[in-house]
Nanobody, 125 residues
Framework: QVQLVESGGGSVQAGGSLRLSCAAS????????MAWFRQAPGKEREGVAA???????RYADSVKGRFTISRDNAKNTLYLQMSSLKPEDTAMYYC???????????????????WGQGTQVTVSS
C-alpha cells in the first residue's frame, strides 16, 4: 500500500525559504512519477513540480528558478526546496505519486492516484 507523508511546512516571510519532505512507503520513489501540488483557498489544485526516473523535472512557470524538486532514493523521500517565497505561494502543498505516466502530463492532477495529506505553507509580506 502506497503511503505519502508530507512535512516541512510552516510560516515564513516573503523572500524566505522552506524545504518540504514527502516520506514514501509501499514503493520506491525512484520507480514512480512523483510530484508536488498546491491548493490555495478557493482555487484549484495545481501542479508545482514533478520528477520521474531519469527524465528532466518539470516546473510550473510560476515557480521556475525558485523551486527545486529532488529525491533521495536511499531515504525513499521526495523534497521540494522553495526559495524566494512570495505571498502567492501560500497554499496547502501535497505530494503525489503514480507508477507510470508521461513527461507531458506530469503536472496534471489526473496523472496521480496516490496523495498525501498535505502540509501548509504560509508566506507573509
Amino acid at each position: 500500500q502506497v503511503q505519502l507523508v508530507e512535512s516541512g511546512g510552516g510560516s515564513v516571510q516573503a523572500g524566505g525559504s522552506l524545504r518540504l519532505s514527502c516520506a514514501a512507503s509501499g514503493y520506491t520513489v525512484s520507480s514512480y512519477y512523483m510530484a508536488w501540488f498546491r491548493q490555495a483557498p478557493g482555487k484549484e489544485r495545481e501542479g508545482v513540480a514533478a520528477i520521474a526516473g531519469d527524465e528532466a523535472p518539470r516546473y510550473a512557470d510560476s515557480v521556475k528558478g525558485r523551486f527545486t524538486i529532488s529525491r533521495d532514493n536511499a531515504k525513499n523521500t521526495l523534497y521540494l526546496q522553495m526559495s524566494s517565497l512570495k505571498p502567492e505561494d501560500t497554499a496547502m502543498y501535497y505530494c503525489a505519486a503514480h507508477p507510470r505516466g508521461s513527461w507531458w502530463y506530469m503536472l496534471r492532477r489526473s496523472s496521480y492516484s496516490n496523495w498525501g495529506q498535505g502540509t501548509q505553507v504560509t508566506v507573509s509580506s
